[in-house]
T-cell receptor, first 110, second 113 residues
């Protein structure tokens, strides 16, 4: 399973876009990029996932570089409730195993 | 609301005891995984079950075992509890097909004293 590298922490002003980067330089061709977030002491919440095309849903957008070695999760209008630990995970199609790193602690400030 | 429920929410056990944690998955989700999350760390994969058979395991000793039942419920059993087993235990379920997302329960907070 490919490993991911994320910044330990980031701040974002409320109402602004939050851009969370992730490096996954050893990703294989059949591995997807998943993003989850975890608000204090709750179970991880699924946000979005993608293979090579950019994806958007009601929560966020996922931008994957053409070489697939990095990606960015974009929360278009961050609110205080978006304060959480965000995990970038690479997962192969034949395994359900999610390998979590330390994630990025996003602090949204008023 | 993910449709995945875990019980109990909190639990205190004594070192050396055994514990059973329970998870109820969404209907139709035949794959369930269990994770251990120590304080300040990301979740660590324990094992995965598919249609009542274990089909993947992380770096956890045999005293961590599981069961999955046809009614979309599952159990995590831990024998001979150690102080380091204190953690948040999470279960996650997903559909069978391809790269679908996993939905997590709220977890069981286990404290071993």
């Amino acid at each position: 399973d490919a490993k991911t590298t994320q910044p330990t922490s980031m701040d974002c002003a409320e109402g602004r876009a939050a851009n969370l980067p992730c490096n996954h330089s050893t990703i294989s061709g059949n591995e997807y990029v998943y993003w989850y977030r975890q608000i204090h002491s709750q179970g991880p919440q699924y946000i979005i996932h993608g293979l090579k095309n950019n994806e958007t849903n009601e929560m966020a957008s996922l931008i994957i570089t053409e070489d697939r070695k990095s990606s960015t999760l974009i929360l278009p209008h961050a609110t205080l409730r978006d304060t959480a630990v965000y995990y970038c995970i690479v997962r192969g199609g034949n395994t359900g195993k999610l390998i979590f790193g330390q994630g990025t602690t996003l602090q949204v400030k008023p | 609301e993910t449709g995945v429920t875990q019980s109990p929410t909190h639990l205190i056990k004594t070192r050396g005891q055994q514990v059973t944690l329970r998870c109820s998955s969404q209907s139709g989700h035949n794959t369930v995984s269990w994770y251990q999350q120590a304080l300040g760390q990301g979740p660590q994969f324990i094992f995965q079950y598919y249609r009542e058979e274990e089909n993947g395991r992380g770096n956890f000793p045999p005293r961590f075992s599981g069961l999955q039942f046809p009614n979309y419920s599952s159990e995590l059993n831990v024998n001979a509890l150690e102080l380091d087993d204190s953690a948040l235990y999470l279960c996650a379920s997903r559909e069978d097909r391809g790269n679908t997302e996993a939905f997590f329960g709220q977890g069981t907070r286990l404290t071993v004293v």
